[in-house]
């Protein structure tokens, strides 16, 4: 019997490629190009008092002092170790949470309300009990963006448990995968492209709600500067912190997307 | 559990169905099924969709208990399913190392392993993942899992229903090749007379539900057997007949 070897679906022809290149680099270029034109313009126009619209020259102007200032950088590693503290804390319980409740039909059926109940809860309700309980400093932070993104993660996660075929376990009886084997070499690896995927979803939210986490309690951070850029009415400054909250934003979006090139979990998103 | 050498001969295996019945809930599935399975032999169970053929694997299998009745099962027991059997996270050759994964010495591991991915023709996809392969070559790395290693008895249901034509015609050759390499009692459930006629020892035609083998035929001629010779048009009537077809 012969068969050829089939292209490596993984890598695109090079025609295709060049065509990709220009797709992914040159048109989000002209299209941030014209946002920008169109800001310089409205700012130039004078349709709004300066202070009410920065122009893209004082933005960049206060961006460069920021850097000079330190401060800058000092609130993106705070803004960054809060986020990274919750966002774990998520991870490390709501994976397995998602794992154990997705093979255990009676205590999904008893928690899932619940966990809908909070997910449906925006993180900002948790304003006043986290100041309460955790007063200042990086805890309240931490604990919000905790909140934001645990139900989600747990249950993304325990949705895709629910859903695995039914065949991969009885492959797994076949060849007698049982208990923690059974978890670590058949139910996680099934489930692991749909956890990269929740993994990306949370972290958004986690970083979205980062602004109005550092709006209380905290002496520092990016969300903490929009929130002084505002009492001070430096809004080129507020500007020039939401900028850098988007790029990181989608920054770390991005190297959170490369797990999904992970050459075992390919086949969850080609198929 | 692994004698150390490669299983080319049959050990131990039985399989008996005595007396079987089986229902879920109020539908009865079997009714009164005698079955034993000689070792080595090839058993095509055929019938109609819906009769429960499926669920006499199951019952072979472990997976089911009958209602009512025994069931004898000596040996490794593996089974091959119609697709998606394999783990789309694991490579080709980490999916037969699968059927390997009692043996511990590695010398061993790696020589099965060079032989099983010789066996099935695919030396080059070794580090490929199932979603990579076609249909057919991911049932030949299924053959190759249930084959390697301790194995004694091959339960297959319906494996090759979900390929091409063609495809299927080559798959039931390579079958026979690779079991005339590695003899296995073979237990094969499929709705395909040309199959059953193809591939069989012996063909258990299936009644309605209730099913109860409504008829045993045995095919003589020695494999492979072309779509043409004259036992499989033979037997391919004789199924027809039983069939009301």
Known sequence: MTETKPANPLSLTPATDKKNDAAHIL????????????WWLISAANIFPAYALPSPGSVWKSFLEEIHSGRLLNDLIASLWRVAIGFLLSVVLGIPAGLWLGQHLRARRAVVPMLNFFRFLSPLAWIPFAILWFHIGDKPAVFLIFMASFFPLTLATMAAVANIPSIYFRVASDYHYQGIELLTKVTFPAVLPQVITALRVSYGIAWVVIVAAEMVGCQDGLGYGIWEARNGLRLDAAVCYMIVIGLMGMGIDRLLAQLSKLPNVRWGYER | MYAGVMKDKIKTSQLILDHIHHHYGSVAVLHDLNLEVEPGEVVVLVGPSGCGKTTILNLL??????????????????TVYQQDGLYPWLTVSENILLGLRFIKDPALIKKEMEELIGLIHLEGFEQHYPHQLSGGMRQRVE??????????ILLMDEPFSALDYQTRLRMRRELIRLLEKRPRTVVFVTHDIEEAAQLADRILVLSNRPATVRKELRVHALRPRGLTDHAVIEAMKEILVELGL
Do not use: H, N, Q, T
Request: aromatic content about 10%.
């Open chain 1, 27 to 38: 048109f989000p270029f002209y299209v941030v190009s014209g946002a920008l034109m169109a």
């Open chain 2, 61 to 78: 299998s472990g997976y089911l208990k009958p209602s009512a009745g025994s069931v004898i099962r000596e040996g490794v027991i593996r």
């Open chain 2, 143 to 152: 053959l190759a899992r249930v084959l390697a290693g301790d194995s004694d």
